[in-house]
């Protein structure tokens, strides 16, 4: 009989590594602003707090796209194993109300598609602030430049 793979089987043990620290900074936020610890608590309002956090590593220009989108990657990676999955889907971020009315999330917050989204505002807006947008309006006046001097001419 054949062994399956899981999802942490089948990624590098250094990129675990990265993902576990980077899991445990995830975790120590959640906790610092007054939210269960998300490793003993699949708390309804995960995907906001992510993308809280996201926010919160992102701020800094100096702050790389790929730092915030290694970080959702880690949430996503550990909500994804079968240990963390309570049997839920997990590709997928649902709110339920549990058995006593409470609110529950199941699945993978990082899935949400709020997180989705935040990312890529997130990559366009480092884009245009590491010269992406210089770079279409240099473009843009080379163009207009050469129009003109082919005109002249």
Not at 38 to 60: D, F, M, T
Not at 74 to 80: C, I, K, L, Q
Not at 130 to 136: F, I, L, P, Q
Request: net charge positive; hydrophobic share 30%.
């Amino acid at each position: 009989m054949q062994h399956v793979h899981t999802a942490n089987e089948v990624i590098k043990k250094a990129t675990q590594t990265v993902y576990k620290a980077s899991f445990k900074k995830f975790s120590d936020f959640c906790i610092t602003n007054g939210y269960p610890d998300p490793r003993h608590e699949c708390h309804y309002k995960l995907p906001v707090v992510l993308i809280a956090y996201l926010q919160s590593i992102s701020a800094s220009s100096s702050i790389s796209l790929q730092t915030a989108e290694k970080a959702r990657s880690a949430v996503a990676s550990y909500y994804s194993s079968h240990q963390n999955s309570n049997g839920t889907n997990v590709n997928t971020w649902s709110i339920r109300e549990d058995e006593s009315g409470e609110n529950r999330g199941y699945g993978n917050p990082a899935r949400d598609p709020f997180v989705r989204q935040f990312l890529r505002r997130l990559k366009k807006k480092k884009v245009w602030w590491s010269g992406g947008r210089k770079s279409t309006l240099r473009s843009t006046l080379t163009h207009s430049a050469l129009d003109c001097r082919l005109t002249e001419g």
